[in-house]
């Protein structure tokens, strides 16, 4: 149901660094790169977008999760982000609260949004 999504960054090259990191071992990488907008996904299109702040004044926060293809890519995620210091949300780990099989990481990109990678596989 979703084409795309797009978010608005107060710093686009610190959030490009932080989502070309992260998105890697989820398999997503940079599709198009306009300078103040960049397409991210598999190619060739991109369904995650970044772009400057141009509208709205102060911060609400977005909840943002990508799909993993496995549990250890959500580890990887984790370990993209905190290696380049994202605040940890929560660790990997189940949420069974969700389904016995929902594996996921949350951090925090460089805006401050909750970011996640989420497996709904087992192990």
Do not use: K
């Amino acid at each position: 149901m979703l084409d795309h999504l797009a978010i608005q960054c107060t710093d686009v090259a610190a959030s490009a660094s932080f989502y070309d990191a992260v998105l890697a071992p989820l398999g997503g990488q940079r599709v198009l790169d306009f300078g103040e907008a960049i397409g991210y996904g598999v190619p060739p299109m991109p369904d995650f977008w970044i772009g400057r702040q141009t509208t709205g004044e102060g911060f609400r926060e977005s909840h943002i999760a990508f799909s993993a293809p496995d549990r250890a890519s959500v580890r990887a995620f984790f370990e993209a982000a905190t290696a380049l210091g994202a605040a940890v949300l929560h660790e990997p780990r189940l949420w069974l609260e969700y389904h016995a099989n929902y594996y996921g990481a949350f951090v925090r990109d460089p805006d401050g949004n909750n970011v996640e990678a989420v497996c709904h596989l087992p192990e």
